[in-house]
């Protein structure tokens, strides 16, 4: 056996991309990063990141303005500054940047800032706009992402047409928005102009608002966010655009009305970056959406060349393409097959971090069915939780659903105040097998949010005692 370090290219320095770098380079792999924009991807520059970095900004501005209820007093006018806000995000964005690009620099990883392109399975060139680098490779991760989908009625030239990317570049804040598309990416962008001021319009093909969550969640989603002032037209789609303006665009919907807005955001889901990747020099095949095919173990149609992340159309999460990065690294250093691992994604958890958030993990009600199992659930609400009242956060719930022939939790549905970090506890339960009984008797500080996990569990076989009978 050689004694050389095993080489490895990855393509693309997303959350997939860069923890791919890092753990196969603190493995002792020689490893080489390309990435054609900045260090981060999408998640880091244009996504995860920014996002929060503005729902906070916006949840600061909620509070002050609640300021009698928490009891002090506000003199003068309080008014977003967008501009302002978008400075704050653009520093945190650049502060966890530049904590990546250490990060890789300490591991030894060679980061070249160019276009990659795989010419063969053990050799990719670099397109550095200076040069072309030709970078030889005994293994190849493929983690170049995805872009937002682009809906042909829409002209993306006209400034009043936005994406998720463009978005987050306002500086002015804009009086009307329609928003196509209710999933979590357009339910956080409604979140965060609803409380600038900003007259907001859903638009959602689907029967429901965020429709891969559970539909009792979303029915009361939808009634906050009405409470809030956001109008929803759900079963219904954008046909056409009447009328491009610079100020403002008409468009046509499927039920004949037109709904007149400043701006236009087109949050409908996510296309493959694989465009001019050289997957077919390599032999990597694609499906018919265009995404990377790969094997349980990752391994794409050409031996020795990996995807991970959005690129290869599993569940399009930043927090997947990390886990994805262990599993197709260590495949990637295997010496014998049978080390290696399969990515197992059943207790992959959902977030939406609106407000209220919104997150699940598991199976939901109908899926356990589906599957065979006889869900038995417990439900614990928050305006009957101490420290959820204290801070002033009440709206929503907690649901835990398990299987009631052996009591192991299935999953777990919930909505309400920081649910985006409670859910990992149920994550935990549902990938280690934990039954309600051991959820349930686990001793949870109190006064927390984190109790309505152990007051759903005890419910869930009528044993919470906070619950009316």
Known sequence: MSDKPIRIVVLGAGPGGYVAALRAARHGAAVTLVERDLVGGTCLNRGCIPTKALLASAEALAKAGSGAEFGFEVTGEIRPDLARMIERKDRVVTQMRGNVEVLLKKAGVNVVSGTGRLVATDRVVVDTGAESLTVEADRIIIATGSEPARLPMFDFDQPTILTSTSALELTEIPESLLI???????CEFASFFVELGTSITMVE??????????????????????????????????????????????ARLSDGAEVTADKVLVSVGRTPNTADLGLEAARVETDGRGYVVVDEYLETTAPNVYAIGDVNGGILLAHVASHEAFVAVDNCLATDSEDRRTRDLASTPSC??????????????????????????????????????????????VQVIA???????????????????IIHEIALAVASGLTVAQLGSTIHAHPTLAEAVMEAAHDVHGESVHVVK
Do not use: W
């Open 205 to 250: 093909m689907m029967p429901q608002m965020l429709p891969t969550e559970d539909k009792r969640l979303a029915k009361q989603f939808q009634g906050v966010y009405r409470k809030k002032g956001v109008q929803v037209l759900l079963n219904t789609k954008v046909e056409s655009i009447a009328e491009y303006a610079d100020d403002h665009v008409v």
């Open 352 to 397: 939406t971090y609106s407000h209220p958030e919104v997150a699940s993990v598991g199976l939901s009600e109908e899926q356990a069915v589906e599957k065979g199992c006889k869900p038995i659930t417990g439900t614990y609400r928050f305006p009957a939780l101490g420290k959820a009242v204290a801070i002033g956060e009440d709206v929503g719930y």
């Open 180 to 186: 196509v598309g209710a999933g979590a990416i357009g």
């Open 403 to 421: 299987d009631e022939a052996t009591d192991v939790v299935l999953g777990a549905s919930m909505m309400g105040p920081h649910v985006t970090d």
